[in-house]
């Protein structure tokens, strides 16, 4: 019988992908995945709950079938400018008698942070502590078990607009789902491609969607910033449309098949045929001619992050580069331009640590997302779900265990 089943929901705007996994400590493997085409979000937000409902039922219709499971609670990541994150520092005394620090103490500090003013509209999507201090000794990963009278935090905290979270949560219920977990898709994106000594030395994630760019930047083995930028594939596939006078579908297959991010990058400079539209005959250009359209919008996405990474301070910490995820990043020659902009070296992220199973379908830049989501994030209840199943498991082992000693003692006073 399977345990620890995990599904994962990643609302993009171009596409809608399911994944069900059954959890096996670090590994997932994968039982069911499903894609349906996105026509009811635009940038990260639920446009249309109607379209947004049937592609979220299509795709995990797809997934359960292939799973031969019927699962009906979900993590959904979210994504959209909506988005906001900010440092929060509190603390709270141990009021135990041997000073002995529980889950319950972390539990207190958590809910703590829960009092801090935020606007009306906002509600709090994560907690994730980057740093504990027991006593005012900082750099501790996890007190429980330490003794001290005072327990203090370093948080980042996430905001999301409650109206987005709200349509978010209509859309899927109307699909026959609930909830189970709102996830903020750059950290489950980070869960999947990113290695832990990354992490520590300093690396900046860049998930490049149709309609949103996620990222996230990680120091010392925790998160320090998030943002979700409005420029993404669906720009650079616009620009296209707008300048070459084509439909969107003919220039998304453009930028697809012959676009680059940076000339340099060209391999072969060669002539495109373009299929004329109405009166308009067929037309001819040449690969740089598209590329340089795609590269203006390319650069102006990395010169925003660059921005972003020296005005939050991270710049000079980031020691282990850039990775880049999303559908935006099979775009040839992105590595290359992030290289060139950030000055850091650059890789393309695919999803690790995935077991057996139809673990090969997703593993593309482009399901960095729900492979994620399928992990659990620290402090959430998704994550407090796999736990509990698993301590369950173990408790399972142990009695059983107990269970044929008493047998065998039995027969030894025989």
Excluded: W
Excluded at 3 to 19: E, H, M, R, S
Excluded at 236 to 260: C, H, P
Excluded at 330 to 355: D, S
Excluded at 391 to 409: C, L, N, T
């Amino acid at each position: 019988m399977k345990k620890n089943i995990v599904a994962g929901l990643d609302l993009g705007t171009t596409k809608v992908c399911a994944v069900i996994a059954e959890r096996d400590g670090d590994k997932a493997n994968i039982l069911g995945f499903g894609v349906a085409p996105s026509e009811g979000l635009n940038r990260g937000l639920v446009a249309n709950i109607a379209k947004t409902a049937e592609a979220v039922k299509e795709a995990m219709n797809i997934a359960c079938n292939r799973a031969g499971i019927d699962l009906k609670e979900v993590n959904v990541g979210v994504a959209g400018e909506h988005i906001s994150s900010l440092r929060h520092r509190n603390y709270v005394t141990i009021s135990s008698p041997d000073k002995e620090i529980s889950k319950d103490d972390l539990e207190r500090l958590k809910n703590d942070v829960h009092t801090i003013r935020i606007p009306s509209d906002r509600q709090i999507l994560h907690i994730i502590p980057e740093e504990f201090f027991v006593d005012y000794q900082g750099g501790i990963e996890n007190p429980i078990g330490m003794c001290g009278s005072r327990l203090e935090a370093v948080n980042h905290v996430v905001l999301a607009s409650i109206p987005a979270i709200q349509n978010i949560n209509k859309s899927v219920e109307r699909a026959g789902y609930k909830v189970n977990d709102y996830v903020l898709q750059p950290i489950a994106s980070s869960l999947s491609v990113l290695e832990e000594n990354e992490m520590d030395l300093g690396v900046v994630l860049i998930d490049i969607g149709g309609g949103t760019t996620d990222v996230a930047i990680y120091h010392d083995k925790s998160i320090k910033h998030t943002k979700v930028i409005g420029v993404a594939g669906n720009q650079v596939t616009n620009d296209i449309r707008e300048s070459l006078g084509i439909v969107t579908n003919e220039a998304e297959k453009l930028k697809k098949e012959y676009g680059y991010a940076m000339e340099e990058a060209i391999i072969k400079d060669e002539d495109i045929y373009i299929k004329g539209v109405g009166a308009r005959g067929n037309i001819k250009i040449p690969v740089t001619l598209l590329t340089q359209i795609i590269s203006v919008r390319m650069r102006e996405l990395f010169t925003l992050i660059d921005n972003e990474l020296r005005h939050t301070g991270f710049k000079n910490k980031i020691k282990a580069g850039i990775v880049l995820t999303g559908g935006g990043a099979l775009l040839k020659g992105c590595t290359e331009l992030a290289e060139e902009v950030f000055g850091l070296p650059t890789r393309i992220g695919v999803p690790l640590e995935l077991g057996t199973g139809l673990s090969t379908e997703i593993e593309s830049p482009e399901f960095a997302t729900v492979a994620g989501l399928i992990k659990g994030i620290p402090g959430t209840t998704s994550h407090e779900a796999i736990l509990t199943s698993k301590e369950k498991k173990k408790a399972g082992k142990a009695s059983v265990s107990k269970f044929f000693k008493r047998i065998q003692e039995f027969f030894d006073e025989l």
